[in-house]
């Protein structure tokens, strides 16, 4: 008898690390890098980005801002965003952003596609 609980309770504790091991599925970040450079092509510190997203309704009316975000580029010129917290697991795309940037009378802007779980890099030209 003793013989039969042991093997039932190896058996179980196998599937319990076999569900525990295939079941996790671990979700990477959601990450926006945008690289500010002037129009020299040289990197652009202390410069304001702004990601933003503004919904449809309709062709003749625009919807809710999705998505706004602002941070400040560093030494290098660059600004990280992290959208982790945005992306649902087996969602099929992510988003395409606005892109603003400045510094002081320098102006420019683009836009960046958000692939999930990727890092996400796209550059814009201030001038």
Do not use: H
């Not at 058996?11 to 295939?22: D, T, Y």
């Not at 959601?30 to 690289?35: C, D, F, G, L, P």
């Not at 009316?61 to 992290?82: A, L, M, P, W």
């Not at 959208?83 to 969602?91: A, I, K, L």
């Amino acid at each position: 008898m003793m013989e039969s609980q042991i093997k039932r309770l190896s058996v179980f504790f196998i599937a319990f690390v076999a569900l525990a091991l295939f079941s996790c599925n671990k979700v990477e970040e959601t990450i926006a890098t945008v690289q500010i450079v002037n129009s020299f092509g040289s990197p652009v510190s202390g410069a304001t980005v702004r990601l933003y997203a503004v919904g449809s309704v309709d062709a003749d009316q625009i919807g809710e801002i999705r998505f706004d975000t602002t941070q400040v580029t560093n030494g290098s010129g660059k600004v990280s965003f992290n959208f982790s917290d945005f992306y649902e697991q087996g969602q099929a795309g992510f988003v395409v952003l606005d892109i603003e940037a400045e510094k002081g009378s320098l102006y420019g802007q683009g836009i960046i596609k958000i692939e999930e779980e990727e890092t996400n890099e796209e550059s814009v030209t201030i001038e």
